[in-house]
C-alpha cells in the first residue's frame, strides 16, 4: 500500500484533514471524557468541563474590584515582558558571542568549556542563588530565562558556523570583505534560517523556565496565578491559563516562523 | 595597468601537508610565470595537487615554502587582487543574482554599517545598476536579474559566480574546475562563455581543471602538473600554443589537437609509480 511507503508525500488537503482531526480527537476527546466525568461525579473539579474552563475564563477577565485591572490582562502583560526581555537578550547574547565563536577558533576555545559547563548545568537549580543575589523581583527570572536560552541558542549556532563551507567564507574575502563583513554579512545571512527556528524552538523554554521561577517566588504573572489556583485546587483555572500561555507561544512560534519566511525567501 | 608582462610568478613553490604525525608533499618546487592577459589552463591526474597550487595562490592554504608574487609583491590573505570561480557553485544563497554582482562593488565600498541601512542597500544597488546590468548581458543572465541562487541550474549559478568575480576586476580570476559538474552541453556553453569573457576583458585567469580536452581548448598556455612521486623529481611542463590556435569547436577534431591531447597525456597523465613486481 503506498501510504505505508517511506516518505510518501500525501496532497495539502489531506495534511490539512488530518491536522484538523488531530486537534479535533484531542480537544474533543478530552472534552468528552471530561463531560462523562462530569456526568458521573457532578460535585468533582478534578476534570473541568467545557463549561466550567469558560467560567474561569471568565472569573479571570473579571476587573479587580480594588485596582479595577482585569487579572488576566495584567498577568499576560507581566509574564510576556518577562520572557520578551530575557529570550531579546539572549538573542542577541548568542548572536553576538555565537557568530564570532563560531567564526574564529582561539575565541571558540576560549568560551567552549564554560558554554559547555552551563549546558549541563541545570538552570532552574541556580533559581535560589540568583533570588538571593538578585532579590524575588524581575531580575532574577529575567536572568534565568537568559541563562536557560542563551547556552543553547549560542552553542547551535557555534556550530552552525563551523559548517557554512570555508569557500564561501574565501569567496567573500575575494571579493573584498573585511572580517567583520564576513562575519556580520556572509556568516550570519548563511545561518539566519537555522538560528531563528532555533528562537523559535526554544522560545517553549524561554517559557517553562518563566512559569516555573512564577510559580516559586512571584507576585503576578500567568505562572503566579495558575500557583494560586492550584493551591486552591482549581483545575478549571489552572487549565484555562495553561491554555493562555500554550497560545501565547504558538503565536509567537508561527510568527517567528512566517519572519523566518520572509526574510529568508532564499532559503 | 603596471608594465610588468608577467602577473602571477611562483619560485620554488612546495606545499606539505602534515597528518597525523605524517607529513605528505603535494607540491615540489613549481616554478612558473604567468604572463598578464592569458588564459592559462593547469592540468593533472586526480591528487596533482592542481586545487593546491590554487588555494595557495588565493592565499587560502600557505605554499610551505618558495615565494610566490603577484605584480612582484608576495602573495598575502585572500583580497579582491583574485577573483576566484569555484566547482561547487559557491555563491552566497542569500542575495538575488544581481545582488549577487554588486556584492564586491559594495564591500569595496560601503562600510558595515552601510549594509545593515536597507536605504543605502537600495541606493548603492542602483548606483552599480548600468556596470553590474553589462556584467548580467555579458554573462546572459538579465533574465534571472531578480532569482535566487537556488532557482538557478548549475550552469547560470557559475556564470553568477564568474559575474561577480569580473564585477571586482581582479588582477587575475582563479577558476578551480569550474565546470567539472556540470552537462556536457553547459559545459561547451561555458567554456565559449570564458573565452569570450576573457578575451574582451583581458583579464588574466588561471584555469584549473582535469580534462585534457577542456584545458587545450581554452589554454593560450598550459601548464601539465604530474603526480609526484617521492625521490623523483615532479615534472611541471609549460607548453605553450600559439594564442587562439584551438579556441573554435571545429579545431578540436583537428589531427594538431588530437596529437597536443597526447603530449599532455604522456606529460601529465601516465602512471609513473615504479611497477609492482607479479
Known amino acids: 500500500m503506498s501510504l505505508l511507503r517511506i516518505r510518501q508525500p500525501i496532497s495539502k ?9 488531530s486537534i479535533f480527537i484531542t480537544i474533543g476527546g478530552y472534552l468528552l471524557i471530561a463531560e462523562i466525568h462530569h456526568r458521573a461525579h457532578p460535585r468533582d473539579q478534578m476534570v473541568p468541563t467545557l463549561a466550567m474552563l469558560i467560567q474561569a475564563g471568565r472569573t479571570a477577565m473579571t476587573p479587580d474590584e480594588f485596582t479595577g485591572h482585569v487579572p488576566l490582562w495584567a498577568d499576560t502583560y507581566s509574564s510576556v515582558r518577562l520572557v520578551f526581555i530575557g529570550y531579546s537578550l539572549a538573542i542577541v547574547g548568542s548572536l553576538i558571542v555565537g557568530l564570532h565563536a563560531g567564526a574564529w577558533s582561539w575565541l571558540n576555545a576560549l568560551l567552549d568549556p564554560t558554554l559547555k559547563f552551563f549546558s549541563y548545568t541545570p538552570t532552574m537549580a541556580l533559581l535560589a542563588f540568583f533570588l538571593m543575589i538578585l532579590g524575588s523581583g524581575d531580575e532574577s527570572k529575567i536572568a534565568i530565562i537568559f541563562l536557560a536560552t542563551v547556552v543553547p541558542l549560542t552553542r547551535s549556532l557555534i556550530l552552525s558556523v563551523q559548517n557554512v563551507s570555508e569557500k564561501q567564507i574565501w569567496k567573500a574575502e575575494t571579493l573584498g570583505a573585511s572580517n567583520l563583513e564576513v562575519v556580520w554579512i556572509t556568516l550570519r545571512k548563511t545561518t539566519e534560517p537555522q538560528f531563528l527556528d532555533d528562537v523559535r524552538l526554544l522560545l517553549g523554554s524561554a517559557w517553562v523556565y518563566l512559569i516555573a521561577s512564577e510559580l516559586i517566588a512571584s507576585q503576578n504573572g500567568l505562572g503566579y496565578r495558575i500557583s494560586i489556583a492550584s493551591r486552591n485546587l482549581n483545575v478549571a483555572s489552572t487549565l484555562f491559563h495553561v491554555l493562555v500561555i500554550s497560545a501565547l507561544a504558538f503565536i509567537t512560534d508561527r510568527g517567528i516562523w512566517a519572519l523566518n519566511k520572509l526574510r529568508n525567501r532564499w532559503n | 595597468m603596471p608594465d610588468n ?33 592569458e588564459l592559462v589552463t593547469i592540468v593533472g591526474p586526480s591528487g596533482c595537487g592542481k586545487s593546491t ?12 615554502s618558495g615565494t610566490a608574487e603577484i605584480d612582484g609583491a ?11 570561480v569555484f566547482q561547487d557553485m559557491t555563491v552566497p544563497e542569500f542575495l538575488t543574482v544581481r545582488q549577487n554582482v554588486a556584492l564586491g562593488l559594495q564591500f569595496e565600498r560601503f562600510s558595515l554599517l552601510e549594509h545593515f541601512i536597507p536605504f543605502y542597500r537600495k541606493l548603492s544597488l542602483r548606483k552599480y545598476d548600468p556596470q553590474v546590468q553589462e556584467l548580467l548581458e555579458e554573462v546572459g543572465l538579465s533574465e534571472v536579474s531578480t532569482s535566487f541562487p537556488k532557482e538557478l541550474s548549475g550552469g547560470q549559478k557559475q556564470r553568477v559566480a564568474i559575474a561577480q568575480a569580473l564585477a571586482m576586476n581582479p588582477k587575475i580570476l582563479l577558476m578551480d574546475e569550474p565546470f567539472s559538474a556540470l552537462d556536457p552541453q553547459t559545459r561547451q556553453n561555458l567554456q565559449k562563455l570564458t573565452l569570450t569573457v576573457q578575451r574582451k576583458s583581458g583579464i588574466t ?7 585534457i580536452e577542456e584545458a587545450v581548448f581554452l589554454g593560450d598556455r598550459i601548464l601539465v602538473l604530474s603526480q609526484l612521486i617521492e625521490d623523483k623529481p615532479g615534472s611541471t611542463i609549460v607548453l605553450n600554443q600559439p594564442l587562439n590556435a584551438y579556441h573554435s569547436p571545429a579545431a578540436k577534431l583537428s589531427p594538431e589537437f588530437q596529437a597536443y591531447k597526447q603530449q599532455i597525456w604522456d606529460a601529465g597523465f601516465v602512471d609513473r609509480r615504479p611497477k609492482k613486481s607479479a
Do not use: M, W
Not at chain 2, 597550487?53 to 610551505?64: A, D, K, W
Open chain 2, 205 to 211: 585567469v588561471f584555469f584549473v581543471t582535469h580534462d
Open chain 2, 53 to 64: 597550487l590554487l588555494n595557495g595562490i588565493g592565499g587560502f592554504v600557505p605554499f610551505t
Open chain 2, 74 to 84: 608576495p602573495i598575502g590573505p585572500p583580497n579582491r587582487d583574485r577573483g576566484i
Open chain 1, 13 to 21: 488537503k489531506a495534511a490539512t484533514t488530518l491536522c484538523l482531526l
Open chain 2, 5 to 37: 608582462p608577467i602577473v602571477l610568478q611562483l619560485k620554488n613553490v612546495t606545499k606539505e601537508y602534515q597528518r597525523d604525525g605524517e607529513s605528505k608533499l603535494i607540491l615540489r618546487d613549481i616554478n612558473v610565470d604567468i604572463p598578464r592577459g
